[in-house]
Every structure is written in structure tokens, then in C-alpha cells.
């Protein structure tokens, strides 16, 4: 099945600086790429996603790179805020048996630093 | 908010016991997802529905059950329960074709005492 490898665990950065969070998937059959971000207490919400026939897109302060090749992608944020400051999961899903289930990276606890 | 609803919020029970957890997916979504989160083993894939009917399966214990209504919503049912399936339990909706975003519930938070 699919493997999702996520780094790094946990990340620090000053308010205003970016912050890179990258994953590497197994499975290259896998064509979907979410990224969700969860809050204390809360459960994760989808704040960007990718698919496999584009390599980047991009939502105000946050993008996404996917390099099908080499099976990874990343997240990408810029001018970070404090209210950034989360856990951040990214995930893969591929087609199989027409089940959608995602496969979850460990994720990363994102701090930032005012 | 995300438009799936979890109940309860939080359970507490003790170990042998049998909990029922309850989702109602977003209006239009036919298909549910649940998954657990432990501090160790992240967010794991339970068990799928869609319309009704179960259509995947992943690390689910047998101890544990699942059930999908006519309403749509779904019920997991965790029974003979240890120390060790205390966890966050949430469940996620679409509308399960390729274009589908996975939405998830606030969650329920199981402990086992």
C-alpha cells in the first residue's frame, strides 16, 4: 500500500519568514495530494491540494510543488502569522478499488514565532 | 465549519465497555470515511461507506464495526475496548469520484480509562 514520509516533525520560524513542509509518497499510481491543517482541539481542514497532471499551484500566501518523478511534494508558506501555527498533514490517494481513503503523513507541528 | 457533524465530543469509558460514535456527513456527500489519530500512529484509515454500503477497509480492528444508514449518516462502533484505542476518531465526506476533497468532522475524543 501507500507510504507517506513527512519532515521535518516539527518546524520554528519567525513571524514573517517562510516555512517549507515536505512529503514523499510510494505508490506512483497515487494522483491526488491534499494538504490540511489541524488546529488544537479541531479536526482537519483542507487549505490546498494537487494533482498529478499539475506541478504547481498556488493560494494567496500558500503553494504547493509536486514532482511526480521523484514522488514528492511540498508546502509552502510565505509571510508566515502567528494564526499559522498548526499541525500540518499532507496525504496521497490514488484510485484504487474505487475507494478514495487517504494516506496521512505524520505531520508537522508548525510554530511561528511573533 | 467544514458541514460534517461528530457526536459526542467526548466519551470517557472504561476498559470492556462499548461505545457508539456518530457522523452525519455533508449534505449531498454519499460516501463516509473514518479514521483514527493516536499520538504514535497519526491518522489511520478505519473503514469506508458509500450509499449504504461498505466499500473499504483498512486498519480496523475487529473489535470494531461500522455501519452506514439509509439517511446517510454513519455510526462506528468500537467494542471490548482497551487502553490503547484511546484516540481522536474522525470521520470525512465526499462526494467520492476523483475530483472529491475529503472533509472532515470536528471529531470525537475517546478515552479509555
Known amino acids: 500500500g501507500e507510504n507517506v514520509e513527512q519532515h521535518p516533525s516539527t518546524l520554528s520560524v519567525q513571524e514573517g519568514d517562510s516555512a517549507v513542509i515536505k512529503c514523499t509518497y510510494s505508490?506512483?499510481?497515487?494522483?491526488?495530494f491534499p494538504w490540511y491543517k489541524q488546529e488544537l482541539g479541531k479536526g482537519p481542514q483542507l487549505i490546498i491540494d494537487?494533482?498529478?497532471?499539475?506541478g504547481e499551484k498556488k493560494d494567496q500566501r500558500i503553494a504547493v510543488t509536486l514532482n511526480k518523478t521523484a514522488k514528492h511534494f511540498s508546502l509552502h508558506i510565505t509571510e508566515t502569522q502567528p494564526e499559522d501555527s498548526a499541525v500540518y498533514f499532507c496525504?496521497?490517494?490514488?484510485?484504487?478499488?474505487?475507494?478514495?481513503?487517504?494516506?496521512f503523513g505524520k505531520g508537522t507541528k508548525l510554530s511561528v514565532i511573533p | 465549519d467544514s458541514g460534517v457533524t461528530q457526536t459526542p465530543k467526548h466519551l470517557i469509558t472504561a476498559t470492556g465497555q462499548r461505545v457508539t460514535l456518530r457522523c452525519s456527513p455533508r449534505?449531498?456527500?454519499?460516501?463516509v470515511y473514518w479514521y483514527q489519530q493516536s499520538l504514535d500512529q497519526g491518522l489511520q484509515f478505519l473503514i469506508q461507506?458509500?450509499?449504504?454500503?461498505?466499500?473499504a477497509k483498512g486498519n480496523i480492528l475487529e473489535r470494531f464495526s461500522a455501519q452506514q444508514f439509509p439517511d446517510l449518516h454513519s455510526e462506528l462502533n468500537l467494542s471490548s475496548l482497551e487502553l490503547g484505542d484511546s484516540a481522536l476518531y474522525f470521520c470525512?465526506?465526499?462526494?467520492?469520484?476523483?475530483?472529491?476533497?475529503?472533509?472532515f468532522g470536528p471529531g470525537t475524543r475517546l478515552t479509555v480509562l
Open positions: 470525512a465526506s465526499t462526494r467520492d469520484n476523483p475530483e472529491g476533497e475529503q472533509f
Open positions: 505508490d506512483s499510481a497515487s494522483n491526488y
Open positions: 494537487i494533482r498529478s497532471n499539475v
Open positions: 496525504a496521497a490517494r490514488g484510485t484504487g478499488a474505487g475507494s478514495y481513503q487517504l494516506t
Open positions: 449534505s449531498g456527500d454519499l460516501s
Open positions: 461507506y458509500y450509499n449504504g454500503e461498505e466499500r
